[in-house]
């Protein structure tokens, strides 16, 4: 298995994605069993704190995406991830390979538009897939649960399905019981209680806080960052600090307390970033500080961007 250096964290994760996603193509399913065990057992990471079996699953994700309803085309991925599950009938990974791909192919037939764009035609079909995948996930559970992306897909299912939420947090409690630092499961839930899912900042608030008091004695308030930077991602954009209830104080704790155990450029420049949109001049000032030569320019969205931040904080 191909060995990375951390010098760029996007860089890297590029690198194991395609190296999954090609594997999975070429039906190497040994070597995927190997990653997927050296991911998931260790819980390895990247030099951002970022789980390695995340970069699994998508890289895996990836190679089962086809622009095309073609039942031919599909046959033949569903072929493909059978024989690996002869080759290894205990492998929890080669049983989600086939939920995944369900679900892509969910995907697949309804579009990747907004809900109103979608065809009347291809929701009974998209539904219908999401429910085989609901389906084969519970029938499997005993192996393939003992992946915590078992659970992940689950709650993806659940904001599919508009499960009632009592429902949904039975479902992330049970898989936090047994992997609380596996961050996705955080993450998954934020799409869960988004405004574009039927949920508000109000929710996401409650759950951040949940999940901090969840997680406190392992990762101080770094996981209340993490998923404040999540929802930005998924949700707010730029306008975390105007449309989310985000406490900044909370969030300036949890950089600190990530930063502790992953002081890497990645992770620096984005912090920078939500400190400068927080309007925080003086933690602006010390983040841009220890970014030195290492800034990202994608980051920022642009070198100007960086420039404005980095002159500002260091005004009096």
């Known amino acids: 298995m191909t060995q990375f250096s951390y010098a760029d964290e996007a860089e ?60 031919e085309a599909w046959s033949g991925i569903e072929g493909r991830i059978k024989k690996w599950q002869r080759a290894y009938p205990d492998s929890a990974a080669a049983q989600l390979a086939y939920t995944e791909m369900l679900i892509n192919r969910a995907w697949t037939v309804r579009g990747s538009g907004f809900a109103g764009e979608v065809q009347e035609k291809n929701w009974k079909p998209f539904y219908a897939y999401v429910e085989k995948a609901r389906a084969y996930l519970e029938a499997h559970k005993k192996i393939a649960s003992k992946d915590p992306y078992w659970y992940q897909q689950m709650e993806r299912v659940a904001k599919y399905q508009s499960w009632p939420e009592n429902k949904m947090e039975a479902g992330i409690d049970e898989g936090l019981s047994k992997m609380p630092q596996f961050y996705p499961l955080y993450f998954d839930a ?12 109000h929710a996401i608030e409650k759950f951040a806080r949940k999940a901090l008091e969840r997680t406190e004695a392992v ?58 949109d927080a309007k925080d001049k003086g933690k602006t000032a010390e983040l841009i500080g220890m970014i030195k030569s290492d800034v990202l320019p994608g980051v920022w ?12 904080s260091a005004t009096p």
């Open 12 to 71: 890297n994760r590029e690198k194991v994605e395609n190296e999954v996603k090609e594997l999975s193509i070429n039906g190497k399913f040994a070597e995927l069993e190997q990653m997927a065990t050296a991911f998931r057992d260790p819980q390895a990471r990247t030099s951002s704190g970022l789980w390695k079996l995340t970069l699994f699953y998508v890289g895996l994700s990836k190679s089962f995406r086809h622009n095309t309803n073609d039942d």
């Open 219 to 276: 990762e101080g308030y770094g996981m209340y960052a993490r998923i404040y930077w999540y929802a930005a991602q998924t949700q707010y954009g730029n306008r975390l600090f105007t449309e989310s209830q985000v406490d900044w104080t909370a969030m300036k704790k949890g950089i600190d307390d990530v930063l502790k155990k992953y002081p890497d450029a990645w992770n620096i420049n984005h912090f920078a970033k939500f400190a400068c």
């Open 301 to 312: 969205g642009s070198q100007f961007a960086f420039e404005y931040c980095r002159r500002w």
């Open 190 to 201: 934020i799409d869960y209680y988004a405004p574009k899912w039927g949920g508000n900042a």
